[in-house]
């Protein structure tokens, strides 16, 4: 009888840890929202970033396709988010998502900038549970009148190779 109460008491420490330890160290997902003012496909001096934007991180099995896992965030005064995901996402290929721009002027999502590639899984050798994302960038309706000056900066002639 002392071998059976021994045996379910280590299978329920044994399932205790394996829950503590999954929900006791949630992923961090960190990164930022931004409204692309020239419309170049990139963050320049006249980027803003975007307070009160919908995000969210979502999950989808290799395999089917289908989405397994779903948490939703918004940005802060400075466009930046940070999202809890409380699961080890194993195989699942993540991405966070932009879902909704706070700006109405600049509420287009820019095809390439519009979600960001995060591994949420604990079997890949990083140590930190936070993971960080790429910039995410929804493009203005109008370019800025400035745009024309910012972007000249970026060209380079000939003599600059």
Request: charged content about 20%; aromatic content about 8%.
């Amino acid at each position: 009888m002392a071998r059976l109460v021994a045996f379910f008491a280590l299978c329920l420490l044994s399932v205790s840890l394996a829950t503590a330890t999954s929900l006791g160290n949630p992923f961090l997902v960190k990164g930022k929202a931004y409204c692309d003012n020239c419309r170049c496909g990139f963050e320049t001096p006249a980027t803003k970033y975007l307070a009160g934007s919908k995000v969210k991180v979502e999950c989808r099995s290799r395999v089917s396709n289908k989405i397994t896992y779903t948490v939703n965030g918004v940005t802060n005064s400075q466009g930046e988010y940070n999202i809890l995901v409380n699961r080890d996402c194993g195989d699942d290929v993540c991405d966070v998502v932009l879902v909704e721009s706070s700006d109405k002027k600049c509420g287009i999502p820019n095809a390439g900038r519009d979600r960001a590639r995060v591994i949420l899984t604990r079997n890949n050798g990083m140590v930190s549970d936070v993971r960080y994302a790429n910039s995410m960038g929804f493009l203005s309706n109008e370019p800025l009148s400035a745009c024309t000056q910012i972007l000249q900066q970026y060209q380079l002639t000939e003599d600059q190779y």
